[in-house]
């Protein structure tokens, strides 16, 4: 748990060090790319920490729904499409596509 508290500091300062760094007119595609990627990491991070289910807030189809943070999501498979956009985001890697 600590290790991700620091991991969630030095992401938090990266992120301010560089949105201070940034051109206020002109900021180029990598630049943004960068600093969304740190955001979504940040965000993957303090979820994870909350108890708050990463798959269940990508799930478009709501096939996972977490009711409180830290508590298991109930799973309704029949509106799964197969999208696969939980797999990405599960750091627990807790999610099987079945045939």
Known sequence: MIEKEQEIK????EI???????????????QLLHLEELQERLDELIGEKRGIC?????????????EEPGEMPDLYPSM????????????????????
């Open 10 to 13: 030095d992401l938090e300062q």
């Open 16 to 30: 301010e060090e560089v949105e201070r760094s940034l051109p206020a007119h002109s900021v180029s595609a990598s």
């Open 54 to 66: 990463a798959a269940a807030q990508v799930c478009k189809r709501k096939v996972l729904r977490q």
């Open 80 to 99: 799964c499409l197969g999208c696969t956009d939980c797999l990405a985001v599960c750091p627990l890697g807790a999610i099987r596509l079945m045939q």
